[in-house]
């Protein structure tokens, strides 16, 4: 038998002002109105997924290694889902988010050190976003904003957020699937555009393989992994699904909530994943085997003032966030550079507020530190900015698009502080009760 519908029942205990309660219905195996009262967690948590980091790796991945790699990003995605799965489920079961988790069953130097580690991704994941923001905002302004100015432009539009976080979770969602919907739309007429061969893209995501692949290859492979997996997005996600109100005295409740938030989820990353699709196979399609000259000789025949970028010679061609807004541009019109810009800029605006919530749950779960979230934006923006915007005076562009793959293997090294913990716990009988999983 179908069990009963959320809501029954979950009267039972204080809601926080952040709580959203669920549909009363007849009892029901599926309903798309719980589904839709549901939704909003893991399209937060998707973002993460989709920031600056993200999209350098795709494109770079579909410059050097053409379609060859979609395979590793659809694993990625894949062990990604089952990560963010287990971390929901920790959160909605336990009613405590992984680092308050942490705090309970870590001795103090563990603890410590997971939060230290945590914390150095956070601050990483927000130096992506201020590079990502600072270069779309230079392209839109055809170069008259420079990078420096855009990178302390970043500094103000965090508590642009953390005002419209005033006006109710619900509004916050809505605005983050807006921004979603822009880097679905802008990546995705890139991607009309150019018309990449599709035999190609579904050869590349269903049979792993990599014919006549390097180091260059293999660094990019295990620049997705790095990119797509998110450490503090754990964190987040086992703290986001405690905005939904949830009777954790019946268990029926509890297996019903992990199924929606399962679902939610399955079709978030999908979003996300067809998202980065577009962009790898976008310069897949356009700028594998390219070469500097190749692409010097069309933006001179374009008038572009970027040509300068790249060089007349024969050395393959390295793109970047920026350089690939540039080619776009030469290739197909000043429309594809400028609506490339708005899709970055959409990705860097999105993940600032995730980085938000991420410092908050990890602080007040590991230190059972309860800061503003004004201070505590003021201090990791502050942290995230000042090398970066060292990096945008005195260097030049290439510098700090170079921040981002140090960022993105910066991410990797993290991971296992993050994986441990949550593939412990939700192992734990003693953690999860009759929820555990079985390996």
């Known amino acids: 038998p179908c069990p009963p519908a959320l809501g029954e029942g979950s009267a039972a205990g204080p809601t926080s002002d952040a709580s959203i309660l669920f549909p009363l219905q007849q009892h029901s195996c599926f309903s798309f109105r719980k589904l839709w009262a ?69 001795q103090k130097v563990p603890r410590i050190i997971l939060w230290l580690m945590v914390e150095l991704a956070i601050i990483g ?28 432009i970043t500094i103000a539009d965090t508590f642009v957020f953390l005002f419209l976080d005033k006006y109710g979770l619900r509004k916050l969602e809505a605005f983050f699937g807006f921004l979603i919907t822009i880097m679905a739309l802008t990546f995705g007429y890139e991607y009309i555009t150019v018309k990449p061969n599709q035999e190609k893209l579904l050869k590349g995501l269903f049979i792993p393989y990599c014919q006549n692949c390097g180091t260059a290859q293999l660094e990019q492979a295990v620049g997705i992994v ?84 790249f060089p007349n010679n024969n050395q393959t061609l390295e793109v970047d966030i920026y350089k690939g807004g540039v080619v776009l541009g030469c290739y197909f019109g ?9 899709g970055i800029l959409a990705a860097g605006q999105s993940s600032t507020m995730t980085g938000t919530y991420s410092g908050q749950f990890v602080m007040e779960g590991f230190l059972n530190l309860r800061w503003s979230r004004f201070a505590r934006v003021l201090l990791t923006r502050s942290i995230a900015i000042t090398p970066t915007l060292f990096v945008a005076i005195f260097q030049d562009v290439e510098h700090l698009t170079g921040m981002n793959d140090f960022l993105n293997v910066l991410m990797s090294l993290q991971l296992p502080f993050a994986l441990i913990p949550v593939l412990t716990f939700t192992s734990l009988p003693s953690v999860m009760n009759d929820f555990a999983n079985g390996l």
Request: a neutral charge; hydrophobic letters at 50%; one cysteine or more.
């Open 334 to 342: 000043p429309a594809a550079l400028y609506i490339w810009a708005i």
């Open 125 to 152: 994941s927000d130096m992506q976003e201020v590079i990502g923001s600072a270069i779309a905002i230079n392209l839109l302004s055809v170069g008259k904003i420079p990078l420096w100015g855009g990178v302390l």
């Open 226 to 309: 790095g990119a797509v997996i998110m450490p503090h997005n754990m964190y987040l996600h086992s703290a986001l699904v405690k905005s939904r109100q949830v009777n954790r005295a019946n268990k029926r409740e509890v297996r019903e909530a992990n199924k929606y938030f399962f679902i939610e989820s399955c079709i978030a990353l999908f979003v996300s994943f067809i998202i980065n699709v577009f962009v790898v196979t976008v310069f897949a399609e356009a700028f594998f085997e390219k070469t500097n000259a190749d692409v010097n000789a069309v933006c001179v025949n374009a008038s572009s003032p970027h040509s300068s970028l």
């Open 38 to 106: 549901f939704t909003g967690p893991g399209f937060l948590m998707s973002i993460a997924y989709l920031d600056p980091g993200n999209i350098e790796s795709d494109l770079q991945s579909g410059a050097v290694a053409g379609f060859k790699l979609l395979w590793v990003l659809l694993l990625a995605t894949s062990i990604g889902l089952l990560l963010q799965r287990l971390a929901a489920r920790l959160g909605v079961v336990t009613g405590l988010h992984l680092a308050e988790v942490c705090n309970r069953q870590y």
